[in-house]
């Protein structure tokens, strides 16, 4: 008998109202995921609520994209992540009986498809990669984020609490600045600055130029420092 791999079953076996209620019930859990992320990471109520109201705005299809980058940024929220229990949860969830969801669970074939297609679905990390001595970035499926038109990149891996896109640390022609990973190599702040590094708090970045030290929020304001006198 021919061995059943991931495709096999995705073609031969898949009831497709059975796998759009698992993603819905999968989702579900991926956002309680994320709560608790949040909650640990001592965001407020406040914030909790702001995340939860941008989700519920979201078709099933934008919830999980969001998601996706969102843990590719955050990559942290992942570290304590059971997909076989968020798996068993959503299954739990589909189930009406616990004949039915006992059996689900115990056919081998199911849970390795499901389990790969939660991955799939929101394990997509970006990578950095070089060209002609030159940096860029690319999406899981290879798609331009950044151009490797630069000296240097640093991607911020820092805990944000809302759905938002970071810019990246950039050098080019011996100065640095802020990139936004859009794909149009969006600058948000200019290439003025002798360096740029990571603060794990808002505003996120320190910058100096010349004697000037300061700090740039996420949308290149700079706020230069005031030093107290020795």
Partial sequence: MKKLNHEDFD?????????????????????????????AMKGSKLVMDQFTAYIDSLDLEGKQKALAQYIDLNRKVLKGCDF??????AIANYCDTFEYMHAMINNRGKMVY?????????????????????YGMRDHEGNILLHPVYDFLRTP???????M???????????????RPDGKDTIVADFVYDDVSLRTEPPFFEARKGKMRGTLDRYGRFEEQTLNPQ
């Fill in 157 to 163: 891996y820092v805990y944000v609490d809302e759905l």
């Fill in 84 to 89: 076989k229990m968020v798996l068993a949860r």
């Fill in 114 to 134: 499901y389990l790969h297609r939660i991955k799939d679905t929101y394990v997509k990390f970006h990578e950095i990669f070089e060209e002609n001595g030159k």
């Fill in 165 to 179: 896109i970071m810019p990246v640390i950039a050098e080019k022609d011996g100065k640095m600045g802020l990139v």
């Fill in 11 to 39: 073609e031969k076996y898949v009831d497709t109202i059975e796998v759009n209620e698992i993603d819905k019930f999968v989702c579900r859990e991926m956002i309680r995921q994320v709560h608790r992320y949040i909650k």
